[in-house]
């Protein structure tokens, strides 16, 4: 899959509103949960996504915050498959 454009990821930033670009080539989001499991569950959900898209992300568990990174390290960039299991976060993470 080919490398987003820098213009096709600032467009991608304006879908994904707490989704914050670093080293201009990482999608980074902080999830918060009440509970610690709650938030271990989400870990487990976008893992098992990640694994059918063969596509993995950077995932720290700190209590009842979960940070997510995606990128594409074979691309040098950001890639389509970044940004749609970005918005799978997030749709996950608004149904809990």
Known sequence: MAKLSDADVQSALEGLLEWELE???????????????????????????????????????DYKTVT???????????????TTLAKYCDELYDVK
């Open 23 to 61: 080293k201009g080539r990482i999608l980074k989001r902080d999830f918060k949960f009440d509970d610690y499991l709650v938030g271990v569950d989400f870990v487990r959900q976008v893992a098992n996504q990640a694994e059918s898209k063969d596509h993995h992300p950077y995932i720290v568990i």
């Open 68 to 82: 997510v990174k995606w990128t594409s390290w074979d691309e040098g960039g950001l890639t389509e498959k970044d």
